[in-house]
């Protein structure tokens, strides 16, 4: 998974120009986000059409505001540098939701 690191919402868009993107917001502290990290290579694998890209809370605080995330972990789905589905809140986040959630933006 890919590591961005400080950035804005326009310098993320223009990143995120082309393709299919899932982004990850989390932070070492957040016990839900290292609940659902051992899992992340399992979820990544079985959507190769995407790229997953892992965003710091901590880090990126303005960008979390620009983009409404205020809980994490949270997982954000872009296309061609449009956001399509998210799935942000501060509840813990199973395998099984992630790709509930990932299926239905698919």
Not at 50 to 75: A, T, W
Request: proline fraction near 4%; aromatic fraction near 12%.
């Amino acid at each position: 998974m890919e590591q961005f690191g400080k950035m804005n919402l326009e310098t993320l868009t223009n990143k995120l120009k082309k393709g299919s993107y899932v982004l990850f917001f989390s932070a070492d502290w957040c016990s839900d986000c290292n609940f659902i990290k051992p899992a992340l290579p399992t979820i990544e694998a079985e959507y190769p059409d995407y790229k997953f890209i892992h965003i710091d809370r901590d880090e990126n605080i303005d960008l979390c505001q620009e983009m409404m995330v205020m809980g994490i972990p949270s997982f954000i789905v872009y296309k061609n540098g449009e956001e399509i589905a998210r799935f942000v809140n501060k509840d813990r986040k199973t395998k099984e939701e992630v790709e509930t959630f990932l299926n239905e933006v698919a």
